[in-house]
């Protein structure tokens, strides 16, 4: 079991960016695939990235795509989202999560983190 805590949550205006971490706690962190989720209010939990163990693969949503990027360092069993150019329909809650396997179902994902808020104002 791995325990994950967000970090980087905030508000900010629509075009600005925010950085998301992820720190994990467990042994071999660099074993599992790291996936970030969002959810809106009254929506459904959706996948926005995800990394494999390595660093190697890295897979978005098209709604970010080329906005956010994903990145890990298992040095400090950490894992970031990167937010760029941020709009209002990017306000969500930002959860992380551990897999197994590299997927974009949030139904592969073991471990959970609490989420943290990201409010996008226009």
């Known amino acids: 079991q791995v325990q994950l805590v967000e970090s980087g949550g905030g508000l900010v205006q629509a075009g600005g960016s925010l950085r998301l971490s992820c720190a994990a706690s467990?042994?071999?962190?660099?074993?599992?695939?790291m996936g970030w989720f969002r959810q809106a209010p009254g929506k459904e939990r959706e996948f926005v990235s995800t990394i494999s163990g390595s660093g190697r693969f890295t897979y978005y949503a098209d709604s970010v795509k080329g906005r956010f990027t994903i990145s890990r360092d298992n040095a400090k069993n950490t894992v970031y989202l990167q937010m760029d150019s941020l709009k209002p329909e990017d306000t969500a809650v930002y959860y992380c999560?551990?897999?197994?396997?590299?997927?974009?179902?949030?139904?592969?994902?073991?471990?959970w983190g609490q989420g943290t808020q990201v409010t996008v104002s226009s």
């Open positions: 999560a551990a897999g197994s396997v590299l997927g974009r179902d949030k139904n592969e994902y073991d471990d």
């Open positions: 467990g042994r071999a962190f660099s074993s599992y695939a």
